[in-house]
């Protein structure tokens, strides 16, 4: 069975502090990302990553950076919080080997930046 | 660019009437369309993918490449289908996927 694990379920931090989001895949997948869930707007792709040390920008970078460092692990780094990155932040994961090939995700982490 | 649109942010349906959740699309290339659910506090899980061509909990959904859609359908719904449905459109390798901005679909008794 696939997991996914995110380092926190809840998050409180202040504007302009620096905040890493972690991630964690057991399955041995290549790719994992990072996105945003946000009521109305779905789930918007930040950065991902197809292989370690490897990332590529999704549709919403600006703010984030990443670090994926070992296969199973991908962070997320706001440098200097802002209150509109006040969100829920969802990591996945996934082979991507095969056409229909799914993403796993985590359980997400509510991030509140006052 | 890719696109998903689901035209509906909220669907009320009764008990064991049919329900359609809409899905359109948008890529000029070979698409690879899924169906995600989020039941409450539960996250984010796979429900169909087109290239399976299968039913899962009565959910059915064909892709049709010349009105660009992907409508996800269950004759009878369910109470227990109440859940949160994004559309979403693979393009090419490595699994990427663009969302829809999701469905909130709320069965009544």
């Known amino acids: 069975d696939v997991k996914v694990t995110q380092s926190s379920r809840y998050l409180v931090k202040r504007t302009g502090e620096k905040v890493f989001l972690e991630c964690v895949q057991d399955m041995d997948h290549e790719n994992m990302f990072w996105y945003r869930q946000d009521p109305g707007l779905g789930l918007r792709l930040i950065y991902f990553s197809y292989d370690v040390k490897m990332k590529e920008k999704g549709d919403i970078p600006e703010g984030y950076s990443v670090s994926r460092e070992k296969k199973e692990r991908f962070s997320l780094i706001l440098e200097s919080a802002s209150t509109n990155q006040t969100s829920m932040y969802l990591c996945?994961?996934?082979?991507?080997?095969?056409?229909?090939?799914?993403?796993?995700f985590g359980p997400g982490t509510r991030l509140t930046v006052l | 660019a890719q696109r998903v649109t689901q035209p509906e942010k909220l669907l009320s349906v009764f008990k064991g009437a049919p329900v359609e959740l809409k899905c359109n699309y948008s890529y000029s290339g070979s698409p690879e369309l899924f169906w995600y659910v989020q039941y409450s506090r539960q996250r984010l899980q796979l429900l169909l993918r087109h290239i399976s061509r299968e039913s899962i909990k009565g959910f059915t959904a064909d892709l049709n490449k010349g009105e660009t859609s992907f409508h996800l359908k269950k004759p009878f719904a369910q109470e227990e289908d109440s859940a949160m449905y994004y559309c979403?459109?693979?393009?090419?390798?490595?699994?990427?996927?663009?969302f829809g901005t999701g469905t909130q679909l709320k069965v009544e008794l």
């Open positions: 996945a994961s996934g082979s991507g080997r095969a056409p229909g090939d799914t993403q796993y």
């Open positions: 979403a459109l693979g393009t090419g390798g490595g699994n990427k996927l663009t």
